[in-house]
């Protein structure tokens, strides 16, 4: 049996055995969303979007090709502030480099955690008033300089006598000017929620997880943290949530972490599996894989696991488990030679090569039909090439697609494409 839910990406197909249910059809989530889709006007205010540090001026450059009357501007490290213009075509934008996006967001100064909780308690009293639904709340700081940190100081620990990393060296410490750290968000999160047992518990009752997929009706409030003093809020309910489902994500910051696997070959492993999460699509048993550019294996070492048969293309072997397993076959070629010789549930794309041979190759899979999903990475070779994406979003919007394209928080200088074929 197939349900139908909603992710980030917006409407899709959801196989059994997920934890993401929802009962109601596609016609009817798109009966929901039709009456939203020319509702431009909210737009016409504030954006903030919050990317990877470092990432801030290839974000604005996108930013600028999907809106091209806003006006954008790093506003800290890994935050862009926007103004966007109602005069924009907007429709259901894309934007591939920021981490999240927070729509009409307000400026907050709070010098201390019990500010910021009663700054953004305050706020979401109010916006939440006429509000029965469910709604939640993310609260979140710098990108996940932690999480690389923390993954390199793991890794750096297992090598060293074991010690304690002092807070001062922490790459995610909340000093009053430095990142903002986890716990600090945390601690807002309470203050937050002590406000709302003290003066709206109604909405304690209605408050959903965090990383969940979106249930009907669900509104977003996002408390930014910039520095520790400075961010932004912002409240975005549905209609609005589900016309920018290209850019919101269900995860607080936008941020999805995936815990190490030692059985991979290798961390690629973890694009996948967080291409999954996002969509809310898993590989499933029985399905049918096309991996090409394969080698050494995470993402067939994925499909494998989950039960699916996988047809591996690449010019080097996969790792030798991998390739004594009965239910993967190694085909040694030219990814972009193959063709299924029928529909294939899955096409999984990981080659090395230039931008618009990937985006030429995924076209032609859809455009010929010869598969139902796709994921597929697509790599580039320093800031030039972005502009490519443009087309592509367009075409896969009018190509009878559900998808998503955005540069995952596992992904390095590339962005990934996963989606499925809706029509035809
Ligand atoms: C980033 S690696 C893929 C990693 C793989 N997804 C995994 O999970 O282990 C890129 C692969 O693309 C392969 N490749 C590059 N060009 C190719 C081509 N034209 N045909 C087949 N494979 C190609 C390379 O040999 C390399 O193994």
Redesign the pocket.
């Given at each position: 049996m197939q349900r139908n839910a909603l992710f980030e990406g917006g409407l899709r197909l959801e196989a059994t055995g997920l934890r993401y249910e929802d009962t109601k059809s596609d016609a009817a989530r798109l009966r929901v969303l039709k009456p939203h889709a020319s509702s431009l006007k909210p737009l016409m205010s504030q954006f903030a979007f919050s990317c990877e540090p470092g990432w801030e001026d290839r974000l604005i450059g996108e930013l600028q090709r999907v809106f091209p009357r806003s006006a954008n501007a790093q506003a800290a490290e890994g935050w862009v502030a926007s103004q966007l213009s109602g005069d924009d075509p907007i429709g259901t934008p894309c934007v591939a480099l920021c981490a999240q996006c927070l729509p009409r967001a307000e400026s907050i100064i709070a010098e201390s955690i019990s500010a910021w909780g009663q700054a953004a308690g305050q706020r979401l009293i109010a916006g939440l008033e006429g509000h029965a639904g469910p709604w939640r709340l993310h609260v979140f700081g710098a990108y996940p300089s932690l999480e690389k940190g923390d993954r390199h100081l793991a890794a750096t620990r297992k090598s060293l006598p074991r010690r304690p990393v002092a807070r001062s060296q922490s790459p995610f410490s909340t000093g009053a000017d430095g990142a903002v750290g986890r716990r600090r968000c945390q601690l807002i999160r309470e203050n937050v929620d002590s406000l709302l047992r003290k003066r709206q518990r109604r909405l304690l009752r209605t408050q959903t997880v965090a990383d969940e997929p979106w249930k009907d009706g669900e509104a977003l409030v996002q408390v930014g943290l910039a520095t520790a003093a400075s961010g932004y809020f912002s409240l975005c309910e549905e209609p609005l949530r589900l016309q920018l489902r290209r850019m919101i994500s269900p995860f607080a910051g936008g941020v999805v972490e995936i815990e190490a696997d030692r059985q991979a070959?290798?961390r690629?492993?973890a694009k996948?599996v967080e291409a999954e999460l996002r969509f809310g699509q898993r590989i499933s048993a029985g399905q049918t894989c096309v991996?090409?550019?394969?080698?050494?294996?995470?993402?067939?070492?994925v499909a494998l696991k989950r039960g699916a048969r996988v047809v591996a293309?690449?010019?080097?072997p996969?790792r030798a488990d991998l390739m004594a397993n009965p239910a993967l076959t190694f085909l040694r070629?030219?990814?972009?030679a193959f063709r299924p010789p029928e529909t294939v549930d899955w096409l999984?794309c990981?080659?090395?090569?230039f931008p618009q041979r990937i985006i030429e190759l995924l076209q032609s899979w859809i455009a010929g039909r010869w598969c139902r999903r796709f994921c597929v990475t697509i790599k580039f070779r320093g800031d030039s090439e972005y502009s490519l994406l443009e087309p592509l979003k367009a075409w896969l919007a009018g190509a009878g697609t559900e998808f998503i394209l955005r540069r995952l928080t596992n992904n390095k200088n590339e962005v990934t494409v996963v989606g499925e074929v809706t029509t035809g």
């Open positions: 070959p290798s690629a492993f996948l991996d090409l550019g394969s080698s050494p294996g995470s993402w067939a070492y293309i690449d010019r080097s996969l070629g030219d990814a972009f999984l990981d080659v090395i090569a």
